[in-house]
């Protein structure tokens, strides 16, 4: 697997994409973006659990079901959520005008909006911003990193990958952009990734490689606990590799996968390092756990408390509170075969030795957490099932952002 | 029922309290409590539900279940959780000490510990802190006030209520104390709380009472999210009211219970308004859910969501944040038939009927999100069962209290 630093989702063969201001947010910044696939293409989705879905999502879990999706509208500024009647024909009427723009069936595009809940959407100005991004996209491949900054919104940067891995000899492209920031935690997906690939995939293996790629990233970080009401993964496949489908677990889907995953890991840890007023980035490994659900439901339950995310913004290595959240987290263990340990990218420390603490270096352990990026690495020594969460501390910034600004 | 402001638990006929310096905590605070009881007592508890749960909440949990338990010894300042053997012996001399020092079995004596979790009691201190506070109670009723006093960690200020009730022409009285403040969140109890009567009722009454009643209130408040290893709620009952033995759902069981709910739910709203860092008590009362587990699930969700715990520091009305978090609690309800309306003690307004947004005017949310106790009031027209929820907001002073101390 090769990562391409300079490509981005319009550099993957058949797609175009851009991103434009259509006045939905203020400073003229980007927040209308289209991504479409000139041959028709395999598509699927994971979406929001959250029981108050916004009109976008509503439209979209719909025409996912549709033949061969090609393109996808999203809007940032205004989540069109909690919109009532008028919100589903605003998401409608952004389908249908992107669907004339591209001469597609309006059923062919998917819906996507990030931003403001309960605001009705502007929407002759993004009816417009559609035109008009449709319009430069006729005569050109447009240009993927626009495209990833007009699905901001707190971010601080735009989010974006690609891989290639070759399948029969043919070059596949699996590139994506997302965004996250606020509103980030477990269960689908809690965030917006858009992804396009050329490999030529089933509808069925595609939906089993994203569902299982989603479980194991985007659903394994926490910024804040909160799960949008308009968060969605979306991937097309174009086919126009031309590699033999891939139709079954075999090797060339686990190759794939592993490409996927990687894509879906990189954006969720950019998504957790940058969440609303994070200053570093955690990853707890748990390792050794009775049961993958037990290992799982240990790792978000210490990446999600906010004591623990306090002292690390402290740099303080209040192994008490990792601890502490092990065991209302609702998994199997034994506290009395606890190891714990810090490390970063020079030193490591244990801090837990069979559930109780060790003495350490307390100016080490300072240090460790200091670093923009910190490991907490679990052994149960209870099984053999490992999961990885990510997340990020708690810091003044993420109050001020929340209780100041509405976003 | 009266509700009695200057008794406290040393008030109850037969109970003696006392808090004192032993050394745990520094600038001379209080860090050690003894209630006891002069007769033998009926005792229930409620315990934290972590798996991690501290030696004392062990020790206790074993001890409540002997005849007649007569007295608590707490310490603040240090948790006795996770540490191993020695801190199981720790508690237990604690108990033992207690007991020899009141001329009283080991096993009548409860053992609570609150503060920072992995460090090892400094047992001398507090052994010779025991012998000084028995010995202080062997002529006198001690002090109530003081008692509160020693059980707080980050808490502002103490925590303590009276009410008398009269049945069967008996003074019956409920006094309680308790502590808060981090660390808190629903699933038992997430708090200490000790409670002394002199009402003359069965065990099995009464714990079905203290049991019920704490569902209804520590369970119902949130400071923020994490639920603690050394929690507790302690009833003692020396029936030396000698009204006729409650021992049955009659009039003077409800007349109790409903006493005993006052007394756990002011305890409950002091510690959620006295939460690390909080500016504001938020009230969150579900109306009209389908049953009784939705309505709890929803005023939890609402109130323990970081995102508008942030919005209401910032007096800012921002009711998609509460729609979120409703979607994602677990809780059945129709998102198109939820009204939200916001009031304190002057005005109310609505925000959102049949799940749309209506008009309203920001300068008057704002000026009610501004006092000091804001009421969330959600109908979901779903049903007939009703929940509240108490919690605060989430401040900087949160993020500086844990991420800057240990606690």
């Not at 062919?108 to 002759?124: A, D, E, F, M, Y």
């Not at 293996?205 to 009401?229: Q, W």
């Not at 740099?315 to 998994?331: E, F, Q, V």
Request: with cysteine; proline share 3%.
């Amino acid at each position: 697997m090769k990562i391409l630093k300079n490509k981005t989702i319009s550099d993957v063969p058949y797609y175009k994409a851009i991103g434009i201001h259509c006045g939905i947010k203020k400073n003229e910044k980007k927040d209308l973006c289209i991504i479409y696939s000139e041959k028709p293409a395999v598509a699927v989705g994971t979406f929001t659990q959250n029981k108050v879905k916004a009109a976008p999502v509503l439209i979209t879990m719909k025409n996912i079901n549709s033949i061969n999706p090609q393109a996808i509208v999203i809007n940032s500024g205004n989540a069109n959520a909690c919109t009532g009647k008028k919100g589903l024909e605003d998401a409608l009427t952004m389908a249908k005008v992107t669907a004339e723009s591209l001469d597609l069936l309006p059923e062919k595009v998917l819906v996507s909006s990030t931003g403001i809940i309960g605001v009705p959407l502007p929407i002759s100005k993004i009816v417009s911003g559609i035109e008009s991004a449709c319009n430069l996209l006729t005569n050109s491949k447009g240009d993927g990193y626009s495209a990833a900054e007009a699905i901001m919104t707190t971010d601080s940067h735009p989010k974006k990958i690609t891989v290639e891995i070759i399948i029969d000899n043919k070059p596949i492209l699996i590139s994506a952009i997302a965004k996250g920031s606020g509103m980030i935690h477990p269960n689908m997906a809690t965030m917006l990734s858009f992804i396009t690939t050329n490999a030529n995939i089933s509808k069925n293996m595609l939906s089993k490689a994203l569902r299982e790629s989603v479980d194991d990233s985007y659903n394994m970080i926490s910024v804040d606990g909160d799960t949008s009401t308009n968060d969605m993964v979306l991937i097309l496949a174009n086919a126009s590799a031309e590699n033999q489908i891939i139709d079954k677990v075999d090797d060339n889907y686990f190759k794939f996968k592993e490409a996927l995953d990687y894509v879906n890991k990189e954006l969720a840890k950019m998504i957790a390092q940058d969440g609303e007023g994070a200053t570093k980035l955690i990853e707890v490994s748990v390792y050794n756990a009775r049961t993958l659900k037990d290992a799982k439901l240990c790792a978000k339950s210490v990446i999600s408390s906010n004591l623990l995310k306090s002292a690390i913004f402290g740099s303080d290595a209040n192994w008490g509170r990792i601890m502490c959240s092990l065991g209302y987290s609702g998994g199997n263990f034994n506290p009395e075969k606890v190891d714990i340990t810090i490390k970063n990218s020079k030193n490591t420390i244990q801090l837990v030795e069979n559930g109780v603490g060790v003495s350490f270096n307390e100016n080490l352990a300072k240090n460790i957490l200091e670093e923009k990026s910190v490991n907490i690495i679990i052994d149960l020594h209870d099984g053999e099932y490992d999961a990885t969460a990510w997340g990020c501390d708690l810091s003044y910034e993420y109050v001020k952002i929340n209780g100041c600004y509405r976003t």
